[in-house]
């Protein structure tokens, strides 16, 4: 019998199959098929708000997924969780130790994955054009990385240090390629 989850076209099924444990899926484009479906979802304004929210969990739920069977990388992870997290703080407002819109948790997300000194990427900054391709992959990471961080600033406690940080990286975001 097969032991893989079939993709989800309700709600219900989402929040099912991400509580049940299921052999990893064979096709190499389900979690990112899974993780569409629950981003759009989320973003339907023709489905209520609190269904919204749970769709929200749903798709962090998928991006955690993807982490564990390392369908991606941890950047491009952090990059999907921090959209996410953005994306709901935006929408349905910023919530302190919500699951999904916890503006500190969010910043941390971005934080954490950045693994760079701010210092050598504000000088990268300056002298990006005609650098090689690797320097220039480098930098639209961290664009990536940091965009989210537009969304969630607002809602970051004055003088706290996510939002000190958050804003020095997100300073930084038009003046990279």
Same mark, same amino acid.
């Given at each position: 019998?097969?032991?893989?989850? @079939? $993709?989800?076209t309700s709600l219900s099924d989402a929040e099912k199959a991400l509580s049940s444990s299921f052999s990893e899926p064979t096709d190499p484009n389900f979690w990112e098929t899974f993780r569409e479906f629950c981003v759009v979802s989320m973003q339907s304004r023709e489905i209520p708000a609190t269904e919204r929210l749970r769709f929200?969990? *749903?798709?962090?739920?998928? +991006?955690? !997924? $993807?982490? $564990? &069977?390392? &369908?991606?990388? @941890?950047?491009? &992870?952090? %990059?999907?969780? %921090?959209?996410?997290? *953005?994306? %709901?703080?935006?929408?349905?407002? *910023?919530? *302190? ?8 948790? %969010?910043?941390? +997300? ?18 990006? $054009? ?17 965009? @989210?961080?537009?969304?969630?600033? @607002?809602?970051?406690?004055?003088? &706290? !240090? ?12 038009? !003046?990279?390629?």
């Open positions: 019998m097969d032991n893989t989850a @079939p $993709q989800p929200a969990k *749903a798709a962090l739920g998928v +991006v955690f !997924r $993807q982490r $564990q &069977s390392q &369908s991606f990388g @941890p950047t491009r &992870s952090a %990059a999907d969780e %921090a959209r996410i997290r *953005a994306y %709901a703080i935006s929408e349905f407002g *910023a919530e *302190a130790n919500d699951p999904v819109r916890d503006p500190k948790t %969010a910043a941390n +997300v971005v934080l954490s994955a950045l693994g760079e000194d701010i210092r050598e990427i504000d000088e990268l900054c300056e002298r990006w $054009q005609g650098s090689g391709i690797e320097t220039i992959r480098r930098l639209r990471r961290v664009k990536n990385l940091v965009k @989210p961080l537009e969304l969630v600033i @607002p809602h970051l406690a004055t003088g &706290s !240090r996510e939002r000190v940080d958050a804003e020095k990286w997100f300073s930084l975001w038009s !003046r990279l390629p």
